[in-house]
């Protein structure tokens, strides 16, 4: 089932209070640069590289920052089921649903970029079902499809003569 991934500004305060509220009960620190990697993440349309990220940071706190602190807080936010990491863009995107383990199916589209994550029972199942006939234990689970999504896909294509 698809999940749409509401950026509403009530929806991002849900998800910051809920990643808090998650950190404490694990006894883990939920820092002012993971949480604003993790705010910068909900905000943004489309899933953003490390790079990205530190460049909007950058201006947002009106400083330079270190390649590494945005790293260490993007694998704490990994860890944590908070974001997940598009492999083939080497983009990260917060996880539509961080309360249980999945298997992150993302669409992406060639053009504009954007991502959409679903869950699928049937296709837990089936990976499960494979793995346990290989005696093949899943450690993460991320699988990528592109294409075309609906709003390009409806968009004519302006290199096109008629």
Known sequence: MHIPVDRS????TA???????VC?????????????????????EQPQGAYD????????LQRRLAPP????????LMEQKFVARIESRNAFVPCAHPDHDHTC??????????SAEIEDPKVEALF???????????????VELQGTCAT???????????
Do not use: K, N
Request: glycine share 6%.
């Open 128 to 142: 499960a079902h494979q793995a346990a006939a290989l005696g093949f234990r899943i450690e993460r689970r991320v």
């Open 53 to 60: 990220l530190i460049g909007q940071l950058q201006r947002r």
């Open 105 to 114: 199916v993302f669409f992406i589209c060639a053009c504009c970029g954007t």
């Open 15 to 21: 998800a910051l209070a809920a990643a808090e509220h």
């Open 24 to 44: 404490a009960s694990r006894g883990l620190r939920f820092t002012p640069m993971r949480r604003l990697v993790l705010e910068a993440l909900w905000r943004s």
């Open 9 to 12: 500004p009530d929806t991002i």
């Open 69 to 76: 602190t945005v790293y260490r807080a993007l694998d704490f």
């Open 152 to 162: 390009c896909a409806s968009t004519p294509d302006p290199t096109s003569a008629g």
